[in-house]
């Protein structure tokens, strides 16, 4: 049986710029319809199907490469990583599926990276081999020099996804707002 890579989700982030857009809690709190954000993001995760783990908040992670390198850190035995950060709230289980998926199908490659109509999203895919870069990331930067570094090799995958959650993420009142919106279509769209 496959094992399947497990779902980081970062959820360390101090939301500074939703604060300044004149949100009153922390933008993972915030209430997208009438739930907040993150319980959107877990719900989609638990979903799925596949296991992952959340990093929270800690002084000792100031940036997202320190929370990226404590979740793979954490699930260091894993296959592989979908680093996930938690303001997707319109990500859907079977979008991480999909994106699970890639694992066994990509076998050349080491990152695998969702398209939403030609603009990279999240959760990105890193197989094992790149687990050293994982852990040695740190400030700020997130993984992006790992996606450079495997995409010199031609070691990067895009997968196009019908799914605009891959890239609705939630930083300030107006991406909230905008959220809403998008979420009532897309209820109405499935429901016709």
Same mark, same amino acid.
């Given at each position: 049986?496959?094992?399947?890579?497990?779902?980081?989700?970062?959820?360390?982030?101090?939301?500074? $710029?939703?604060?300044?857009?004149?949100?009153?809690?922390?933008?993972?709190?915030?209430?997208?319809? /009438?739930?907040?954000?993150?319980?959107?993001?877990?719900?989609?995760? $638990?979903?799925?199907?596949?296991?992952?783990?959340?990093?929270?908040?800690?002084?000792?992670?100031?940036?997202?490469?320190?929370?990226?390198?404590? /979740?793979?850190?954490?699930?260091? %035995?894993?296959?592989?990583?979908?680093?996930?950060?938690? %303001?997707?709230?319109?990500?859907?289980?079977?979008?991480?599926?999909?994106?699970?998926?890639?694992?066994?199908?990509?076998?050349?490659?080491?990152?695998?990276?969702?398209?939403?109509?030609?603009?990279?999203?999240?959760?990105?895919?890193?197989?094992?081999?790149?687990?050293?870069?994982?852990?040695?990331?740190? /400030?700020?930067?997130?993984?992006?020099?790992?996606?450079?570094?495997?995409?010199?090799? %031609?070691?990067?995958?895009?997968?196009?996804?019908?799914?605009?959650?891959?890239?609705?993420?939630?930083?300030?009142?107006?991406?909230?707002?905008?959220?809403?919106?998008?979420?009532?279509?897309?209820?109405?769209?499935?429901?016709?």
């Amino acid at each position: 049986m496959q094992r399947l890579p497990v779902l980081v989700v970062l959820a360390a982030g101090r939301g500074e $710029r939703f604060a300044a857009s004149g949100g009153r809690v922390h933008k993972l709190q915030a209430l997208l319809a /009438g739930k907040p954000v993150m319980d959107h993001v877990l719900d989609a995760v $638990r979903a799925s199907g596949l296991p992952f783990h959340v990093v929270e908040a800690d002084a000792s992670r100031p940036g997202m490469g320190d929370s990226i390198a404590a /979740g793979v850190r954490a699930t260091r %035995d894993a296959p592989g990583w979908m680093i996930l950060p938690a %303001d997707l709230p319109l990500i859907r289980s079977q979008t991480l599926r999909t994106i699970a998926a890639g694992l066994a199908c990509s076998p050349t490659c080491s990152v695998t990276v969702p398209i939403y109509q030609g603009q990279r999203g999240h959760p990105v895919m890193f197989s094992a081999a790149c687990r050293d870069q994982l852990l040695n990331l740190k /400030g700020n930067q997130g993984a992006a020099p790992v996606v450079s570094a495997q995409a010199a090799i %031609d070691s990067v995958a895009f997968i196009e996804l019908d799914d605009p959650g891959v890239m609705t993420d939630i930083d300030t009142l107006d991406d909230l707002r905008r959220a809403e919106q998008l979420a009532q279509a897309l209820s109405a769209r499935g429901s016709a």
